[in-house]
């Protein structure tokens, strides 16, 4: 088992920055696959960005493309979430999750380990 505590959210005006971090423990983290999630108020859980067991892969929703980037460091046990020029819409709770699967969508039924969550709030 994997457990995973994301950190960093906060409170940024629209166009502003924040990095997120989850930390693992527990198991060998280069195990696993790696993903943020995130879920706004009376919203569905939707994918964010994902990233191989190696870093070598990774993968972005559209929404976020270009302004987010997702990162590991295997020798920390720690993967990222770098935003930039944030939006009031991507307001919400951010979770990291973890798959230990050869290969991991989008789907977050595949992810086996959850964070917590921390909130990230965009002021307009």
């Known amino acids: 088992q994997v457990q995973l505590v994301e950190s960093g959210g906060g409170l940024v005006q629209a166009g502003g920055s924040l990095r997120l971090s989850c930390a693992a423990s527990?198991?060998?983290?280069?195990?696993?696959?790696m993903a943020w999630f995130r879920q706004a108020p009376g919203k569905e859980r939707e994918f964010v960005a994902g990233i191989s067991w190696s870093g070598a892969s990774t993968d972005y929703a559209d929404s976020v493309k270009g302004r987010f980037t997702i990162s590991r460091d295997n020798a920390k046990n720690t993967v990222y979430l770098q935003m930039k020029s944030l939006k009031p819409e991507d307001t919400a709770v951010y979770y990291c999750a973890a798959d230990g699967a050869y290969f991991s969508g989008r789907d977050y039924s595949e992810y086996d380990y959850w964070g917590q969550g921390t909130q990230v709030t965009v002021s307009s």
């Open positions: 527990g198991s060998t983290f280069s195990n696993y696959n």
